[in-house]
């Protein structure tokens, strides 16, 4: 072997065993952030000793004497799978994120500072409940065992970050709780963006396209040229946070429904849920069995806070979709000169005054001010957000927010009686602790009892009160109290032998203001329909209905379509073919067949084609971003012959029919230059995918195939009951986390539960992505396939099946 091939290749051999040696080196350290799932380790906070079994899912089985202990081993639990995830959240409520992140997320920092989630919970503190307190102390206790035991081995992105986590305190689980409040909150977009559009369109024109909306709610408000600077800084800080820590899509609602019975296979109430939430690496949810002396219940609970949010103990089981409450009001102030006074009734009130600073990494601490009226701060005053807009310094007029979550309510005491009520009136009198998010409750019980409670506290407003921002001078606007326990709806053993929810106007004759953000009603027609065309119901068709793609939506717009070409001769291939699959379409939106993609992209065009041109591309993308109100608005819209339907650009009058046909031509067009002239490769999952995405995604892109997962081909939409929504709105390039791909889905099955009283001591139950957030861990995507799938986990929660199986075993004990 000549000299010179020597010397390289023992160079290249040496290279190999560098990087063999630095990779063996970085796989055991990022490695060693790995969970413990088996072994013993020691406590002083413990009441008595503590044995956690976990399946080949990771799946915990807590097996414990007290309360307490519960509470402790979920903490340490969460900690050990979730650590990351908690403390970005808890940060984000603190308003500390730019400590970690620099400058770039003080608007963030501003926005909750002013917003006071944490502010709140410290003043009302002394109003929690004793127990609830013992138990978030006993929470903290366990996560902070793990904190100080995993020192230096912490998962990787502190390490990229470059930051320590601090010690867990009760607060933060409040604060995680509040932050969930937040992220199911929309009137934040609702009174901004149809205050917009009434400036530029005045109320005859909206009433043509807002759904469920009156002339009351359509108040005018004063005309100035401030309403789309404002919207653009409150509305877009909210936006980038949201989609900074993952809270993409805007359907958050849910499907839940139940059987008594008598509509049952297996002779008991069959319950199922499917809470529609964005998608992220890790998921949402983090399940557990628990079983103690008092305690004893199963399902899904939410990193950072302690008990089952959704699931069954040994008495009931309960479900959630959200109400889609209105908690929040916004209010034009007027102030003074020094813009130290507001004007309310007739006389000047002092602001009170909040000096607050946040340390920004790298960088000198930011001082500023917090202004309070008597109703809430003012969030006008969320400035600056250059860094995207470069907008120098303007005047904003003041507007003040009222939510309900600066108001003091127990949701962790509602939980921990829900997972301990016997019945239904044990239920009952627990969920009148609860106020917001407002959710839907269903229930059942192991007598055979079904029923639905109202969850939230309600706001009674004025019959002035606007859906848009209000007037602020007169306290005639503020909120008059909350609707009584009393008035609240309750049912109980409905005569159908079935209850049903999915975020629609339930009730439609409540008399008190609820939302007009109700989605549209193809899911619970749907839900309906299947609940129906059986007598009896069994656990395999409530799997099979939570994968149903079939959209009774586009059962109402393809008429349209066919309509509009009733007489037109048809001579392009394409198009013929078209609107002959479009005739025989069953509506199911499989992820394998072209229909569907000619529809959904039929969609975009006849939703740009009628509002773009008179609303322009900045308010256009408002009003699509909450999808639920352009599919309702543009039902709206088809079933009228609305003025909305000329272009304004063109000499010409465009009507319905034109608009239907050049929509379709235009979508024609597109799937042809993006994906061939063949229509046989248009299939719907070559457009719409899924991927859950880490916090991380897009900062390095050859990075998001390690830590994303997918993407996986997908069906339906933000019509079906398998819930696959896309955003209408235009991604927004300024930040990585908020680009999305055209028809990508961001949203839908946080996760899917079902449970049969026949056998209490099975729950049937799937995540999206799996139980632990380590990168490095078999249990970060273990679960999505399942998911796709349509599978299930089966869970047996009675102790003796949790020892018998072959499970690992952690033992927390008492230290001496």
């Known amino acids: 072997m000549p000299k010179w091939l020597k010397i390289i290749t023992g160079i290249f051999s040496s290279l190999v065993l560098i990087a ?37 899912f990771a799946i915990p089985y807590i097996i414990a004497d007290t309360d307490e202990d519960v509470a402790f081993a979920l903490g340490y639990l969460h900690a050990e799978e979730r650590l990351f995830i908690m403390d970005l959240i808890r940060r984000a409520g603190e308003g500390r994120l730019a400590e970690i992140l620099g ?105 043509e396209i807002l759904p469920d909306i009156s002339e009351v709610n359509l108040q005018k408000i004063p005309s100035s040229k401030w309403i789309a600077s404002l919207a653009k800084d409150f509305v877009q800080t909210n936006l980038a946070f949201r989609n900074l820590i993952g809270w993409q899509g805007s359907q958050v609602g849910s499907n839940n429904w139940v059987v008594n019975s008598s509509k049952s296979h297996s002779g008991k109430p069959i319950i199922a849920n499917d809470p529609h939430l964005a998608f992220s690496a890790p998921g949402k949810w983090y399940a557990v069995v628990i079983n103690s002396k008092q305690w004893k219940a199963a399902g899904v609970t939410l990193p950072g806070v302690p008990g089952i949010v959704i699931g069954k103990n040994e008495n009931i089981s309960w479900a959630l979709t959200n109400l889609m409450n209105d908690d929040a009001d916004y209010y034009y102030e007027k102030l003074d000169s020094t813009r130290q006074y507001y004007f309310l009734d007739g006389r000047w009130q002092p602001f009170e005054i909040i ?155 409540f008399k008190y203001h609820l939302s007009n953000l109700w989605e549209p009603s193809s899911r619970i027609d749907r839900i309906n329909f299947l609940l129906r065309q059986k007598e009896e119901h069994s656990v395999k068709d409530f799997q099979n209905y939570q994968m149903d793609q079939t959209s009774e939506y586009a059962k109402q717009v393809v008429p349209y379509i066919l309509s509009a070409f009733k007489d037109v001769k048809v001579k392009d291939k394409n198009l013929y073919e078209s609107l002959e699959l479009l005739e025989n379409w069953d509506f199911e939106m499989s992820p394998f067949n072209q229909v569907t993609s000619i529809y959904q992209v039929f969609l975009k065009y006849l939703l740009r084609n009628i509002y773009l041109d008179e609303m322009g591309e900045d308010l256009f993308n408002k009003f699509l971003f909450i999808a639920n109100v352009p599919y309702r608005s543009l039902l ?66 050859p990075l998001d195939r390690f830590i994303n997962i997918g993407p996986y081909e997908i069906g339906g939409d933000g019509t079906t009951i398998f819930n696959t929504e896309y955003p209408f709105a235009k991604s927004i390039d300024e930040f990585s986390a908020f680009r999305h791909e055209e028809f990508e889905n961001v949203l839908g099955p946080s996760m899917r539960l079902i449970f049969d009283f026949a056998k209490p001591d099975e729950l049937y139950l799937i995540l999206t992505t799996g139980q632990s957030g380590n990168l490095f861990s078999k249990h970060y995507s273990d679960m999505s396939d399942k998911w796709l799938e349509g599978k299930f986990l089966k869970i047996l929660t009675d102790k003796n099946s949790i020892r018998s199986n072959d499970k690992k075993l952690l033992r927390i004990i008492r230290a001496n």
């Open 355 to 509: 000096k607050d600073t946040i340390k920004i990494k790298n960088q000198k601490t930011e001082i500023f001010e917090i202004r309070k009226t008597h109703r809430g701060p003012l969030i006008s005053e969320i400035h600056p957000f250059s860094f995207i807009y470069n907008e120098s310094d303007k005047k904003y007029s003041a507007i003040s927010m009222k939510w309900l979550g600066n108001l003091f309510s127990d949701e962790m005491l509602a939980f921990l009686k829900i997972n301990k009520a016997r019945d239904f009136n044990e239920f009952r009198e627990a969920v009148g602790y609860f106020a917001l998010p407002g959710q839907n409750f269903l229930y059942a019980d192991i007598e055979g009892n079904i029923g639905y409670l109202m969850g939230a506290k309600i706001p009674v407003r004025s019959q002035s009160a606007s859906t848009i921002i209000s007037d602020g001078t007169t306290s005639v606007n503020d909120w008059k109290g909350f609707v009584s326990k009393d008035e609240m709806e309750v049912v109980f053993n409905p005569s159908e032998n079935f209850f049903a929810t999915a975020n629609n106007n339930l009730f439609p004759n």
């Open 636 to 701: 709206k819209v088809l079933q009228s012959d609305a003025t909305w339907f000329d272009n304004i650009t063109t000499t010409q009058i465009e009507n319905k029919n034109f608009i239907i046909r050049k929509s379709l031509s235009d979508a024609l067009t597109f799937l042809e230059k993006n994906y061939g002239k063949d229509l046989s490769s248009w299939q719907w999952g070559r457009i719409h995918r899924v991927t859950f995405k880490h916090p991380f995604s897009g900062v390095f892109n």
């Open 103 to 207: 400058e770039k997320a003080l608007p963030f920092d501003k926005m909750f500072r002013t917003v006071g989630i944490k502010r709140t919970i410290l003043e009302n503190y002394d109003n929690y409940d004793p127990q609830v307190k013992k138990i978030l102390e006993a929470y903290s206790n366990g996560v902070n065992l793990y904190i100080e035991q995993n020192r230096g081995r912490y998962p990787v992105e502190f390490d990229v970050l470059g930051y320590q986590p601090e010690k867990w305190k009760p607060l933060h689980s409040l604060i995680v709780i509040r932050m969930m409040a937040w992220e199911l909150n929309l009137s934040w977009w609702v009174d901004f963006t149809y205050a917009e559009l009434i400036e530029k369109f005045g109320k005859d024109k909206l009433l």
């Open 20 to 56: 063999i040696f630095a990779g063996i080196f970085f796989y055991n350290m990022l490695s060693s952030s790995l969970p413990k799932y088996e072994g013993t380790i020691q406590s002083n906070k413990l009441i008595s000793d503590i044995e956690i079994y976990r399946d080949s």
